[in-house]
């Protein structure tokens, strides 16, 4: 029975093809009684072109015999609990453009993988993948979708990915990759999603990333990396969203990034960021989101920051800003969260902030949940909107 097992999954790989073929194994028995005629078979299956099995609750691991389907153009074995090595006989079904094997309980990705030059489509994601990202994976020239997020993978993202330039989408978040962004990634012009997110990335972010004009995500947070952010990334217009927060950045923010006008969020937070907000942020008037809190940064609040008229959430606690706050903030009428706690902001707090409509829940709410300025050395008179919540202020050097 133990060497049956291959060929019995294999069985039920084809069961829905035996209806027309006039076999109905209607219990085990019946299965095992016509396994020989159906392994003779086997080629009727051979010929279909897609074979779709996802989310029945499959087990064990993937037969080796599954090479033998040579026609097959897509395979979906997704959400399933399939459990050992990906067979590397899966590299002879060279006609496949879509190979889906996601949500499983797979442990490695075989070289042979790279065989499969027509793939369009890889998803790998959410597995319990180990090992390091084979290099052949660069010969998938055709590739437009790539996911081998929420794994196990360790090693560094190898520099043959750069072949892929084709891909629109890469995702390799959520994994333990180690090393540097490769620069080769730079040739990849067509993506649009980068998801590099929660590993253990890394040295400079490589100014190559400068080429990826049609990115609109670019996602590396919670990772290692050090440095500047590059000048280069000013050159991606069509980012919508930009998070590098949770890294050891360092240096100052370029002022190119008032280049990316499109963006509706910017997250920067939780780094060694130093020097002032250059005001050109001030020309991305489509953000929704601003985060530079918990970082080094000085100087006064940029009057430009009035122009952000779409900001709903606005976070600039815990750096080192002084001066006063500037009364173009009242501008932001549509901000949700403003937190402007732990810093040297002085003088007196512009009665244009009482403008504002802290918003949460279809209710005005000025506190402390959604409105923080305290642990400054901002001076009374308080305007009476904020009055309540200035808390502790360094009042020593007031007049």
């Known amino acids: 029975?133990?060497?049956?097992?291959?060929?019995?999954?294999?069985?039920?790989?084809?069961?829905?093809?035996?209806?027309?073929?006039?076999?109905?194994?209607?219990?085990?028995?019946?299965?095992?009684?016509?396994?020989?005629?159906?392994?003779?078979?086997?080629?009727?299956?051979?010929?279909?072109?897609?074979?779709?099995?996802?989310?029945?609750?499959?087990?064990?691991?993937?037969?080796?015999?599954?090479?033998?389907?040579?026609?097959?153009?897509?395979?979906?074995?997704?959400?399933?609990?399939?459990?050992?090595?990906?067979?590397?006989?899966?590299?002879?079904?060279?006609?496949?453009?879509?190979?889906?094997?996601?949500?499983?309980?797979?442990?490695?990705?075989?070289?042979?993988?790279?065989?499969?030059?027509?793939?369009?489509?890889?998803?790998?994601?959410?597995?319990?993948?180990?090992?390091?990202?084979?290099?052949?994976?660069?010969?998938?020239?055709?590739?437009?979708?790539?996911?081998?997020?929420?794994?196990?993978?360790?090693?560094?993202?190898?520099?043959?990915?750069?072949?892929?330039?084709?891909?629109?989408?890469?995702?390799?978040?959520?994994?333990?990759?180690?090393?540097?962004?490769?620069?080769?990634?730079?040739?990849?012009?067509?993506?649009?999603?980068?998801?590099?997110?929660?590993?253990?990335?890394?040295?400079?972010?490589?100014?190559?990333?400068?080429n990826l004009t049609n990115l609109n995500r670019l996602i590396l947070y919670d990772n290692q990396l050090t440095g500047s952010i590059p000048q280069e990334i000013g050159s991606l217009i069509n980012l919508t969203y930009l998070n590098l927060r949770d890294n050891h950045l360092t240096g100052l923010i370029p002022s190119e990034i008032g280049n990316l006008i499109n963006l509706t969020g910017l997250f920067l937070y939780n780094n060694h960021l130093i020097g002032e907000i250059p005001p050109e942020i001030g020309n991305m008037n489509n953000l929704t989101h601003l985060y530079l809190d918990n970082n080094q940064l000085t100087g006064s609040i940029p009057i430009e920051m009035g122009n952000l008229s779409n900001l709903n959430w606005f976070y600039l606690n815990n750096n080192q800003f002084n001066g006063e706050i500037p009364s173009e903030i009242g501008n932001l009428t549509n901000l949700n969260e403003l937190w402007l706690n732990t810093n040297q902001l002085s003088g007196q707090i512009p009665e244009s902030i009482c403008d504002l409509d802290i918003v949460f829940g279809g209710m005005n709410d000025w506190g402390y949940e959604f409105f923080n300025i305290k642990e400054n050395q901002l001076c009374p008179p308080y305007p009476s909107c904020v009055e309540d919540y200035v808390g502790n202020q360094d009042i020593s050097n007031c007049p």
């Open 1 to 210: 029975m133990g060497k049956l097992y291959p060929l019995l999954i294999i069985l039920f790989l084809v069961c829905w093809n035996c209806e027309e073929q006039n076999i109905t194994p209607t219990d085990e028995q019946d299965i095992i009684s016509t396994t020989v005629t159906l392994w003779e078979r086997v080629y009727l299956i051979e010929t279909t072109d897609t074979l779709y099995l996802n989310m029945n609750g499959l087990t064990g691991p993937i037969p080796p015999e599954i090479g033998n389907l040579t026609n097959l153009i897509y395979l979906n074995l997704s959400g399933n609990q399939f459990t050992g090595s990906i067979p590397p006989q899966i590299g002879k079904l060279s006609n496949l453009t879509d190979l889906n094997l996601g949500g499983n309980q797979l442990t490695v990705i075989p070289s042979e993988i790279g065989y499969l030059t027509n793939l369009i489509y890889l998803n790998l994601g959410g597995n319990q993948l180990t090992g390091s990202i084979p290099p052949e994976i660069g010969n998938l020239t055709n590739l437009n979708l790539l996911f081998l997020s929420y794994n196990q993978l360790t090693g560094s993202i190898p520099p043959e990915i750069g072949n892929l330039t084709n891909l629109t989408y890469l995702g390799l978040n959520d994994n333990q990759l180690t090393g540097e962004i490769p620069p080769e990634i730079g040739g990849m012009t067509n993506l649009t999603g980068l998801y590099l997110r929660s590993n253990q990335l890394t040295r400079n972010i490589p100014p190559e990333i400068g």
